[in-house]
């Protein structure tokens, strides 16, 4: 199965300050790769899919990067709600649609 | 407006079986498949697997196999999954998603639990 590896775990950042996520595929998925925002007791969020098309919603301050095995999720400037965990996904080798093991977004 | 409405939590004694349901609504059904992913307390995500509304094929991540069933009724919109030998560690919210892939709709979360 594909081992998909997120970095950092943890990122302590400001309001307003851009941040970058990491997301590294154990082998190529093309571009087949999603990435979810999660908050403390709520379901995920599709925020990304095909590596870079914003899902239905998704401000333009969230963009994403990236074919083969390496990928990068940017919110430009990070407002107050968007601190969370984020996720990415590949679904382009299954069983079975492995995620990342999570990047939480912390207040600096 | 798309909507996924899951079956209420549920404590299980350890070696027990438990089904939660998935009632989809606002799509056209057959159109997309349902994947199951699960998280445990403080954990991250873990996909379970999928069945396609339209010949009720399924998919299943291989660590679930043997334990997970998952089945659709057509009739009512509802998709089923089916947890069988259950041990604490299978203690986690499940969550059903709208395949389109990757998973665009979420229904709310069903908390597990196994104690004895």
């Known amino acids: 199965e594909i081992v998909m590896t997120q970095s950092p775990a943890t990122l302590s950042v400001s309001p307003g300050e851009r941040v970058t996520l990491s997301c590294r595929a154990s082998q190529s998925v093309s571009s087949d790769l999603a990435w979810y925002q999660q908050k403390p007791g709520q379901a995920p969020r599709l925020l990304m899919y095909?590596?870079?098309t914003r899902a239905t919603d998704i401000p333009a301050r969230f963009s994403g990067s990236g074919s083969g095995t390496d990928f990068t999720l940017t919110i430009s400037s990070l407002q107050s709600e968007d601190f969370a965990v984020y996720y990415c996904?590949?679904?382009?080798?299954?069983?079975?649609?492995?995620f990342g093991q999570g990047t939480k977004l912390e207040i600096k | 407006q798309v909507q996924l409405v899951q079956s209420g939590g549920e404590v299980r004694k350890p070696g027990a079986s438990v089904k939660v349901s998935c009632k989809a609504s606002g799509y056209i059904i057959n159109f997309y498949g349902i994947s199951w992913v699960r998280q445990a307390p403080g954990q991250g995500l873990d996909w379970m697997g999928w069945?396609?509304?339209?010949?009720?094929?399924?998919s299943i991540a291989q660590k679930f196999q043997g334990r997970v069933t998952l089945t659709t009724d057509p009739a009512t919109n509802t998709f089923y999954m089916e947890l069988r030998s259950l041990r604490p560690d299978d203690t986690a919210i499940y969550y059903c998603?709208?395949?389109?892939?990757?998973?665009?709709?979420w229904g709310q979360g069903t908390l597990i639990t196994v104690s004895s």
């Open positions: 095909g590596a870079s």
């Open positions: 996904q590949q679904y382009n080798d299954w069983p079975p649609y492995t």
């Open positions: 998603a709208r395949a389109s892939q990757p998973a665009d709709y």
């Open positions: 069945i396609s509304p339209k010949n009720h094929n399924t």
